[in-house]
Structure formats: structure tokens, C-alpha cells
């Protein structure tokens, strides 16, 4: 075989490997929980992950009264496995919550159950988020799971949202950043739906097979939204991935 002959055959290898290399690397991806998806995904940009959050609301039916939400509120504590006192309950304008911070494994949690007026009654709604680091990602995950399956022995269905944050030593230009977060749609194999950007901020949105939960954007399915900002004070790019959509603040 000549030279040309060898080339070809070497070409034709490497596409081989690339075509197996893909799939394979999209089945490790799927094969894992969602922050974890979104966390190495992260990594390989070259970020430092600083907070991983897993954030979820869910109706709990309705109430006539506010002393029966204090009572709901505590059950669902207890269904959830959480031993903790509620606070008092308080008035945010016609709303009527029900809230505690506290600590589950050195992990923050939020719980607050929400009334709001409805003909004469309260529908309830639950809404709670688990904070931490990196490291503590397995415990929020086996804490998320375990909440999950509380909800469904309740007859409820929760539909989480997911948002790592990080950043990068360095001040990025728009291009910059737009070039960070098309990596990360490449790598989930996202495809692209909406883009926004100004001299410092850019935020892509966009849909990946890889979670069924979604919402819509223009009639559109989308389940993966990214975001970069320029911090001009202290020289860095902070960077936040979430699913369905970004729900903290970047």
C-alpha cells in the first residue's frame, strides 16, 4: 500500500474511533444524575465549580385556614425526613408562608410552603432547594432522590431545576464567553434556541435530549440555558449552567 494508500486507511480509522468516541461519551453522560451532568460538563471548560443548587415547587392542595397550612407544613417536613421547627408563620403581602433554613449533612436547605388566596381558601404550594459545594454533590443528589421518592409516596410529582455556578480567573470578552458556552452545548449536544448578550453579559438557551423535563420558549421545547458575566471589579467571569432554566442570579 502507498503512502496516499496508508493516509486514507489512517483517516478513515480516526473517524471510526471519533464516531464510537461520541456516543460513548454521551452514554457516561446520560448514565449520571443531572448536577453531575452539568458539573463535569462545567469542568471541562476549564471553570471552577463554586455551588451546586437543586431547587423544586410543588402543590400541596388547599387549606381553609392558616393554622391548618402551620400543621401541612410540618407533615411535610416529617414526610421529608426533616426534624426541624418551623418558624412562625408570616404575611408577604397576601401570601401566607411558612419557612426554615437549616443544615442537612453540612448541606443548606430552604423549606417554605406558600398560601395563596383562592376563593376563600389557600392553595399550597411547597418550594424548597438544597446548597452546597462540589464536594458535597453525592450527598445533595442521595438528599434530592430521597425527597423525590417522599413526594411520589404522597402523590406528588416533582420536576426539579439545577443550577451549577463557577468561574474563570480571567476577564473574558463577549466572544469569549460566547465560545465557553457553545462548548457546553456541544458537549450536552444541545441544540441552540435564543441568545442574549450586552458588553459583559451573554446567556444562551437552548434543548439537549438528554432530560425530558422542559418548558417552552416560542413553541419550543428547552431544557438547558447557560450564562456568563464579566465581574469588571474583580477581573474574573462567572459562569452558571442550569436545567430547565437558570433560577439563581447571575
Not at 454521551?26 to 463554586?50: F, H, I
Not at 454533590?137 to 423525590?148: S, Y
Not at 473574558?172 to 444541545?190: G, T, W
Request: net charge neutral.
Amino acid at each position: 500500500m502507498g503512502k496516499k494508500g496508508r493516509s486514507l486507511l489512517f483517516l478513515v480509522l480516526l473517524a471510526g474511533v471519533i464516531l464510537m468516541y461520541v456516543p460513548v461519551v454521551l452514554a457516561r453522560l446520560e448514565d449520571q444524575g443531572t448536577a453531575s451532568q452539568l458539573l463535569q460538563v462545567m469542568v471541562s471548560t476549564g471553570a471552577k465549580v463554586t455551588e451546586v443548587e437543586v431547587r423544586t415547587s410543588v402543590e400541596t392542595g388547599s387549606v381553609t385556614r392558616t393554622e391548618e397550612m402551620d400543621q401541612a407544613a410540618a407533615a411535610w417536613l416529617q414526610k421529608l425526613g426533616v426534624d426541624a421547627r418551623l418558624n412562625p408563620g408570616t404575611r408577604e403581602h397576601d401570601l401566607y408562608v411558612q419557612q426554615i433554613v437549616t443544615e442537612l449533612k453540612g448541606i443548606r436547605l430552604s423549606f417554605r410552603m406558600i398560601g395563596v388566596p383562592d376563593h376563600g381558601r389557600y392553595a399550597t404550594h411547597v418550594v424548597f432547594s438544597l446548597k452546597g459545594k462540589p464536594a458535597q454533590l453525592r450527598e445533595i443528589e442521595a438528599l434530592q432522590n430521597g425527597f423525590v421518592t417522599a413526594f411520589r409516596e404522597a402523590g406528588r410529582v416533582p420536576q426539579f431545576s439545577t443550577c451549577i455556578r463557577g468561574l474563570y480567573s480571567d476577564k473574558m470578552s463577549v466572544d469569549q464567553q460566547e465560545s465557553k458556552i457553545l462548548s457546553i452545548f456541544d458537549a450536552l449536544h444541545a441544540q441552540e434556541l435564543e441568545r442574549l448578550a450586552d458588553d459583559t453579559v451573554v446567556s444562551i438557551s437552548g434543548y439537549t435530549r438528554l432530560w425530558e423535563p422542559h418548558l417552552k420558549l416560542n413553541g419550543q421545547k428547552m431544557n438547558l440555558q447557560v450564562a456568563t458575566h464579566q465581574a469588571t471589579a474583580t477581573g474574573e467571569t462567572w459562569i452558571t449552567v442550569g436545567t430547565p432554566i437558570i433560577t439563581a442570579e447571575y
